[in-house]
């Protein structure tokens, strides 16, 4: 989902995915520690997090401080991320968000698969998934002030799944036709995280809506 602009056309595809898996396992040490985190700290460290981000932009060519920033964002978000599927967890319960979370993992797979192997290019989906992405989030920021039902609410949800569908397909496309280099990686792996996660949390939220209805 983060804007990343390579003009190498190497791919370095085993660090990658190496950096991207063993972020994952941090993220899963914060997802576990995450219980023990007040939610008065949670709050702040979603500001952390963007914050992370922004700077990866400015330090993205400085490999040890982009990995460093990478690692760090990765292991917060895991601790931020334990409240939602907490959540989840306790509406679903826990073998259903589990069967969830197989389905983003399938589902991201064989996109980032398809992206790769055909090798077509995707970037002319950037505008209007980034102008869906800000219409998403405006509406549902006014749905907090004027509440929706729960079918235009499942509706905003399947939206949401489209679009971090869209993201995927079209980073890994970038990635595949245009190349990227070992400095490039860390903030590829964070955008890659974003579109995962996010696509997960939509479809938590597409299955916890639709089972209250």
Known sequence: MVEFTTQAVRKPYSKLFSAFFSGLLLTTVGLYLGQYVPDAVRFPLWFLELGMIFMMMFVRKRKAVGYSLMYGFMFISGVTLYSAVNHYTQLLG???????????????G?????AMLSKRDFSFLGGFLFVGLIALVLLQLSSVFFPVSSMTAQIYSGIGILIFVGYTLFDFSRLTVHGFTDQDIPMIV??????????????LQ???IGSKN
């Open 94 to 108: 826990g073998p259903l968000v589990l069967k969830a979370f197989a389905v983003t993992t399938v589902s991201f």
């Open 110 to 114: 064989a996109i980032a698969v398809y």
């Open 190 to 203: 964070v955008s890659i995280y974003l579109d995962f996660i996010n696509l997960f949390l939509y479809i």
């Open 206 to 208: 597409f299955i916890g």
